[in-house]
């Protein structure tokens, strides 16, 4: 009887830290990670609208804290083109022609052409999505939309910790046509790029590694990461996202565009700010960032070294 005893045990044991692997699932409209029965976030592949309006595809939404609440939004009130984590420009020109603007989603649109599980050699999962960036005002000869950018973006979520998850977030892009710009708003902001739109309390705090930040209307100089927590959640203890942005991004000292309320948050200069610049058609241009999904506020965990051993990643 004791073969039969440890056979239940090891079969115990075995359900037990199964169901707390991570696990994906790419369907034809949505890629849905989880941690056993714990949804985690979801990368949107086919397009999604407002009643006809707002079309967007190639975004994460939603994304989720470490008991399971929904942190992000999707087709706000007050600004309904913004999309839970998402990165997208308003400036786009070949040559002189401008064609489009990928931040309010006017004459632009994201074909996902493929989206594929990374093979890994960690408890991590990862997925690859092949983007082609289109617009209405780009056309081929038969008057078909013709991809100007191609974006390969890739999603890895590890296992949480104790008190935080990361999330690296790598987007490549690679120019299809010549003398192919892109940029963020054309004025002091030049906001553009990475973006999440993330539920603000009303206690939400900022912290960068110079310490604790206060919104501004234009970029604010604070370093290569900020913390954003606060009371997101239904339970009494702060939680929050620190984002962190790699130190090979073209040029890496970041200003961050940051709002209390009724807004994203903004990863955005010095690149590419106001001033539209070339995208290569042989060399990619690749933006890392990394989310840290967390419980408690700033103070709980050692946001530097998390930051120290990504920046060697």
Request: aromatic share 10%; proline share 6%.
């Amino acid at each position: 009887m004791k073969w039969i005893f440890f056979l239940l045990i090891s079969i115990g044991l075995f359900c037990c830290s199964d169901s707390k692997q991570i696990n994906v699932s790419i369907n034809a409209d949505a890629a849905c990670f989880l941690e056993g029965n714990d949804s985690i976030l979801k990368y949107q592949i086919t397009e999604k609208s407002l009643n006809g309006k707002y079309k967007r595809a190639n975004y994460i939404h939603p994304i989720y804290s470490l008991n399971s609440e929904v942190l992000t939004e999707d087709f706000p009130e007050d600004h309904p083109h913004h999309r839970g984590i998402f990165w997208a420009w308003h400036q786009l020109y070949i040559g002189d022609k401008r064609i489009g603007d990928g931040w309010e989603i006017n004459h632009f649109s994201w074909d996902v052409v493929s989206v594929k599980e990374l093979p890994q050699s960690s408890s991590t999962k990862a997925i690859q999505a092949e983007v082609l960036w289109k617009s209405d005002l780009w056309l081929d000869f038969e008057g078909n939309e013709k991809p100007f950018v191609k974006e390969v973006t890739i999603l890895k979520v590890y296992p949480k910790t104790e008190n935080y998850r990361p999330i690296d977030i790598e987007i490549t892009l690679l120019a299809l046509e010549s003398n192919m710009r892109m940029g963020g708003s054309e004025d002091a902001k030049g906001y553009g790029g990475f973006s999440p739109r993330i539920k603000l309390p009303n206690d939400v705090a900022f912290t960068s590694s110079t310490g604790h930040v206060t919104p501004e209307n234009l970029p604010i100089k604070a370093g290569p990461w900020m913390d954003i927590s606060g009371s997101f959640t239904e339970i009494e203890e702060p939680s929050g996202i620190t984002i962190l942005c790699h130190p090979n991004n073209p040029k890496p000292i970041n200003q961050w565009i940051l709002r209390k309320q009724r807004s994203m948050q903004n990863a955005v200069y010095p690149f590419p700010g106001a001033e539209p610049v070339i995208l290569s058609q042989t060399h990619p241009t690749i933006l890392k960032y990394r989310l840290i999904i967390h419980s408690g506020d700033a103070k709980s965990l050692d946001i530097n070294s998390i930051y120290s051993d990504y920046k060697i990643q």
